[in-house]
Structures are given as structure tokens and as C-alpha cells.
């Protein structure tokens, strides 16, 4: 007979778990950096942060550089970008000098289409920040039609992507007094009607998935607690999470719920016919769901279904599926194997479509035949060669607000009706002289033999080789587009053009794992297929090099979230090829991503390293751990933030301490607020801007 008395059992549990806890940090000496605001981690943090500002904030032109990057960014001449069309109003949220966190404001709709909005102030977040004592960071308003008069408003404390939602009167200006309150987590919130929201939130123990999203959705009546609302759907701890939103058609609105099972595929409910409760669909589980018109839902297919292709369009109808009956499955629109359907908005009878071809935006207007059912397609001229961004839709009017710019062309907000000349509602004035620059479009050809298109800027018989910074994505199908030159890259404002003004290159690539050529572009990079993308950028930056744009060692390459992963592999298996690195929010450890806050929701992009088939191919690639001793990599500015409750800081920590120890040059910026942008003003991404052209001046331009 064996024995075990209860302080011996919890004497050897107590070891075991020590002994668990050694095996770990042996395998990772860093763990204790994924300690968020833990003492050690945030000392560490302040002196990484130290270290970088001492290098580059007393540099010469460091300040000449931020102040005009505030500047460029706080410009009052600014597109006021159109919010939602409200009746004969129209909202708009603006940042400036003057309103660092932002205003959300209204005009009426005709004073703003005829380029002379009238601006009445509905929340200034500022002023509300200072009065309630909190960091408030903008997240949008949902107004209810047809009145619009209550809405929904979701702030943020410091940027994270939990939030807080309040229900606000816009005839009084005020948040209303025993009103809906939605307390701060990853929610997602949407009016059923006006005294009911359909809720998926945290509801406790249990309540949210392994991805930290909500996993029930309620229905919460007006005047009831929250606690008691009813559940209308639940999900799975292993889902990536509950979502609610709802479309407008006419009179009708249509609230939906979709039960998000992987980051790519999803089960769509909506209500029966009598509304009393939400049913299932016949929406293939890997479509995505883009608008409602004349009764039809629009979905966009990332595979092929009913036999029709994948990246095409295809309505059906709602009432027919609310009543459960047999459901026509028509095509909309299929693109060109050079397009790829990117956006969609719809008017009272238009159905508008932002596509890519070859990388460069076209608009469409479809209408559906009430007899028929079938679809007819139109071209709209907007502006040649140029990005195209559906802004917003002025529905009664069958009117799109679309945005044309190019990497030298300041963008420009038209109106846009079907067979008219677009009308321009507001330009950009130019911020920068771009007589003496020019942009090309070049492919390059990859390891497998694929064509790679990337846009490449610099002054006009510029003559190489030059210095060279390529941005890159690569992942989750979205496709990198080129705008302006003040806004390239994302989240560091107007790097790109300090950089070309330098006489230096500046390359936009678009590398397979995006969506710019449809769903196939996006598959070809893949979990298994990882290598895909990184040899996409090689091939790329050998292209530089081989056309005498740039040289070996004069590289750098700059990519955030996804990108981390990207430049992170890069600059590991060539660190012959770059001469420096950028890497924003990154995710670095590919080993432990999925325990970290929601990476356990991009298992269907990466793989699972819980898996041993999937760590076999991701464990190649994974930065943290291919960091190799002896091995010189080129130098590294990493920046992030405190607050990003989606890529954890501690990927960007570990990878940082783990290449110093080594002996390589880090450069570490971690902002305390600011979520996984990591710019919660303006005066962070100025910042931003004039530290990075530093440190790109002082690794590939003064360093011989």
C-alpha cells in the first residue's frame, strides 16, 4: 500500500511546478518580459527606451524633422473624411493641433458635398478625456436610422482595443442618464431596435474565447440589467470569437450575428421571419459578408461555391433566407485574373465596387435587374493609375464618396454619380514639391518564378546605387496599396518622403499573403506556405539591387504587426542582403503566439506550434527562435506599445533583449499608450517619423 499524506502531495506538486517553471525559462530565458506592466519588465522598458533617446533625440535635424512631420500631420487642410450619412446630415471625425485626441462633428450633407461644410462640434473627446479624467481614445459611433438621434459610442482608455460603450443623444449632445452602458472589454455592440442591443461582451467566467473575444451574444432589453439579458447564440472556447452588426435596406434593418469558428471562417445567423429568433444560412462558412440592396445580401467569395469562382461577388436573397426557403445564388461580379474586388458600398440602387488591377484602384457601379435578378456592370472614370478608396455612401442619392490619390498626388474626395463627371468635394493641397520625384511600377520575379509588382519612388535621373527602404505585409489578405507619400509607411507618417527628399529610394512591395490579386494571392502564402512571402521580399530587394536602384547592405526593410513576423524571417535568413530593419507591434515568437492575448485567433494564418506537423514549418521561420549566436544581423528599431492588447509587447521585448545579448545594435521604442497603432495623437506618430529617419540616416547613410 502506497501513502500519500496531503502536505507530501502538495510538497511534490509545489516542486513539480518549479520544476516546470525552470524548464521554461531555461527554453526561454526571456519569459519574464511578457510580464506587461510588471516592475522588472517596465524597468527594462524605461531603460531600452533610454538608450534609443539618447542616440537619436539630440541628433541634428531630429527636431526639424518632428516638428515638420506634426505639422504635415495637424494640417487643418486636411480631407474632412465623411463619418455616416445621416439623413441630411453628415459626421466627421477630426484631428488637429488644436484636438489632439479629436472632435466628432456634423454638417449638413449639401454644405459638405458642395465643399463648404458648416461644422457643429457633437463630442470633443479631449475636453471629455480631461473632464472624466481618462486617456479616451476615439473608437466610432453608431447612430440608429432612421433618426439617428441615439447612438452608440465607443471610446478607448490609452488606444487598447477593449473599449467602453455609451449610449449618446444627439439632439441633447449628451450621453444618456440610465442609459445603454456596455462596461469596458472586446466587445461587439449593435442596435436590434431602439430599446434593444444585441451584445457579445464578457460576461464572465467562461464567456470569452481562448482568442479573448466574446463568445455569447445577448439580447439586452432597455431598462434591464445586463446580467439578465437573454442569449440568443453562443459559440466555443476554441472560436475565434461572436460578432454582431447590422445593415439597412429601405425601411428595413437587418441585424446579423456571425460565430467567428477560425480568423477566416465563419457561421452567419439572422432573423426568422417573425424576427423572434436568429437562424443559420446558406453562406458558405469561408465567404465574407459586404452589404445589403433591393433585398439581396452581397457576399464575396474567398473559394469557389455553387460554381462560381473564388473573389467573386454574389447576392442572395434575405427574405428567402429568413423564411428558410430555397435561395437563388446569383453572380454579381467576377473580376479579371489581374483584379481583385477589395470594397463594396451601396447605394438605394447602385451597388459601387472598389477592385484592383494590377494593384491600381477602379471603381464599378452594378445594378440588379428587379425582373431578371441578373447583374449588369459599369466602369467609372475616376482617376487613371491612381488608389481608389470607397470613403463613404450618400445612399438616397445613389452617390459614393470615393478618394483618388498617388504616391505624388495629394488625395482628392470626389462625389460620384453614375454616368456624370465625379465631382471633387475636397483636395489635399500638396505638402511637398513632387516636380523633381517620379513612381514606377516594376515586378520582380520570385523564387518560385511569380511576378512581384512593388512601386518604387525617388527623384526624377536619380542615379544608384542609393540607400533603399521597402515596406511590406504580406499576411491576413491585406493588400498594400500606394497613397501619398506623407502617409508611407503605415503608422510613421511621412518617412517615405524625407526619405526620397534625401535622394534615397523609397519601395512599396506587394508580396503574396495580401489580397492584391484575390484570394489566390492571399492562399499562395499560407501557413505552410510562409516562405512564399519572405522570398517574395528577397526577390524584391535583389531586384534593387540588380537594377542598380540600391546595393547590398543598403537595404532597409520596414513592416509592422504581420510585418514582424516578415522582416523578422528576413533579416535572419539574409542578413547579407539588408542594411537595417523597422518593426512595428511585431510579432516575433511564433512558439507562443497563440497563448498570447488574441493570437490564439490567427492559428488558420500561421498554424498551430502545439501542433508538431505545424512547428515542423513554422519553427523555420519563427524570428525569436532562429536568432543564431555568432551570426551578425543588421541593426533593428523595434516600436510598439505598452497598451497593444492584440500583439502582446512581449514579442518585441524578448526579440529585443535576445539579439542584444548576442551582440547585435537594437533600437527600442516602447510608447505607454496607443494599442496596437501605437499612435494615439498625432504628436507619437511626429514623433515616430523623426526617429526612424534618424535611425535609417544613421545606419545606411552616415555609416560607410
Not at 323 to 330: G, K
Not at 623 to 644: A, C, E, H
Not at 680 to 701: C, G, K, P
Request: charge should be negative; charged fraction near 25%; hydrophobic fraction near 40%.
Amino acid at each position: 500500500m502506497i501513502r500519500v499524506t496531503l502536505a507530501g502531495l502538495a510538497l511534490s506538486c509545489s516542486f513539480a511546478t518549479i520544476a516546470v517553471a525552470a524548464e521554461k525559462e531555461a527554453q526561454d530565458p526571456y519569459l519574464w518580459l511578457e510580464d506587461i506592466e510588471g516592475q522588472k519588465s517596465l524597468d527594462w522598458v524605461k531603460k531600452e527606451n533610454a538608450e534609443t533617446d539618447t542616440l537619436i533625440l539630440s541628433r541634428p535635424g531630429f527636431e526639424a524633422d518632428r516638428k515638420r512631420a506634426r505639422d504635415i500631420l495637424d494640417d487643418d487642410r486636411q480631407i474632412a473624411m465623411p463619418g455616416e450619412v445621416m439623413g441630411d446630415t453628415i459626421t466627421n471625425f477630426w484631428r488637429d493641433a488644436a484636438n489632439p485626441r479629436g472632435i466628432w462633428r456634423q454638417s449638413p450633407l449639401d454644405a459638405y458635398l458642395a465643399g463648404k461644410p458648416e461644422w457643429t462640434v457633437l463630442i470633443d473627446v479631449d475636453a471629455l478625456g480631461k473632464a472624466e479624467k481618462q486617456s479616451w481614445v476615439w473608437h466610432g459611433a453608431d447612430c440608429l436610422a432612421p433618426a439617428y438621434t441615439r447612438c452608440l459610442v465607443s471610446l478607448s482608455p490609452g488606444g487598447t482595443d477593449a473599449d467602453i460603450v455609451r449610449e449618446w443623444d444627439r439632439s441633447t449632445g449628451q450621453f444618456v442618464d440610465g442609459g445603454f452602458t456596455v462596461p469596458l472589454a472586446k466587445s461587439s455592440v449593435t442596435w436590434e431596435n431602439a430599446d434593444t442591443l444585441l451584445v457579445a461582451t464578457d460576461y464572465g467566467e467562461g464567456s470569452m474565447t481562448a482568442s479573448g473575444y466574446p463568445r455569447i451574444v445577448k439580447r439586452w432589453k432597455r431598462g434591464t440589467a445586463l446580467a439578465s439579458a437573454e442569449t440568443v447564440a453562443e459559440g466555443e472556447t476554441e472560436d475565434v470569437g461572436m460578432n454582431v452588426f447590422a445593415f439597412t435596406d429601405g425601411d428595413k434593418r437587418w441585424p446579423m450575428i456571425s460565430r467567428g469558428k477560425t480568423f477566416y471562417t465563419a457561421d452567419y445567423k439572422l432573423p426568422n421571419i417573425d424576427a423572434s429568433r436568429f437562424i443559420s444560412t446558406i453562406i458558405p462558412d469561408t465567404a465574407s459578408v459586404r452589404d445589403v440592396i433591393d433585398g439581396q445580401l452581397v457576399i464575396f467569395l474567398n473559394k469557389e461555391w455553387a460554381g462560381i469562382a473564388a473573389g467573386s461577388l454574389v447576392s442572395l436573397s434575405l427574405e428567402d433566407m429568413s423564411a428558410d426557403r430555397q435561395v437563388p445564388i446569383v453572380t454579381a461580379m467576377t473580376p479579371t485574373s489581374a483584379q481583385a474586388i477589395e470594397d463594396v458600398a451601396a447605394t438605394d440602387n447602385i451597388l459601387w465596387v472598389k477592385a484592383l488591377d494590377d494593384v491600381e484602384g477602379k471603381l464599378f457601379a452594378l445594378r440588379r435587374d428587379p425582373q431578371t435578378g441578373k447583374w449588369s456592370q459599369k466602369d467609372v472614370a475616376l482617376a487613371d493609375n491612381a488608389t481608389v478608396t470607397i470613403a463613404g455612401a450618400v445612399a438616397k442619392r445613389d452617390i459614393i464618396l470615393a478618394t483618388a490619390e498617388t504616391m505624388l498626388m495629394p488625395p482628392t474626395l470626389y462625389a460620384v454619380s453614375e454616368g456624370k463627371a465625379a465631382a471633387a468635394v475636397q483636395s489635399l493641397p500638396a505638402t511637398f514639391d513632387a516636380k523633381g520625384m517620379r513612381v514606377e511600377k516594376r515586378f520582380a520575379t520570385s523564387k518560385d518564378g511569380t511576378k512581384i509588382p512593388y512601386f518604387l519612388v525617388r527623384k526624377t535621373g536619380a542615379t544608384g546605387p542609393v540607400p533603399a527602404l521597402v515596406h511590406a505585409y504580406g499576411g491576413f489578405r491585406a493588400a498594400q496599396t500606394p497613397g501619398y507619400l506623407t502617409g508611407q509607411p503605415y503608422r510613421a507618417g511621412p518617412l517615405g518622403l524625407f526619405w526620397v527628399e534625401d535622394g534615397n529610394a523609397y519601395v512599396l512591395a506587394n508580396i503574396r499573403g495580401g489580397g492584391e490579386y484575390g484570394p489566390a494571392w492571399h492562399q499562395a502564402a499560407l501557413r505552410e506556405k510562409r516562405q512564399n512571402s519572405f522570398d517574395d521580399l528577397h526577390a524584391v530587394a535583389e531586384d534593387l539591387v540588380a537594377t542598380g536602384v540600391s546595393a547590398k547592405g543598403k537595404i532597409a526593410i520596414s513592416g509592422r504587426s504581420n510585418g514582424g513576423v516578415l522582416v523578422g524571417a528576413a533579416m535572419e535568413q539574409r542578413p547579407d542582403l539588408y542594411g537595417a530593419v523597422i518593426s512595428g507591434s511585431p510579432l516575433k515568437d511564433m512558439q507562443r503566439y497563440n497563448k498570447l492575448l488574441a493570437g490564439a485567433s490567427w492559428v488558420a494564418e500561421y498554424g498551430d506550434p502545439d501542433v508538431p506537423g505545424d512547428w515542423a514549418f513554422m519553427s523555420k521561420y519563427s524570428p525569436y527562435q532562429n536568432i543564431r549566436k555568432g551570426m551578425k544581423y543588421p541593426p533593428i528599431f523595434l516600436y510598439l506599445s505598452t497598451k497593444d492588447d492584440r500583439v502582446h509587447p512581449g514579442h518585441a521585448r524578448k526579440f529585443a533583449a535576445r539579439l542584444k545579448e548576442l551582440g547585435n545594435r537594437v533600437y527600442y521604442h516602447e510608447y505607454m499608450e496607443g494599442g496596437h497603432s501605437v499612435g494615439a495623437d498625432h504628436a507619437e506618430d511626429a514623433i515616430r517619423a523623426a526617429m526612424l529617419h534618424a535611425f535609417l540616416l544613421r545606419e545606411l547613410v552616415e555609416k560607410k
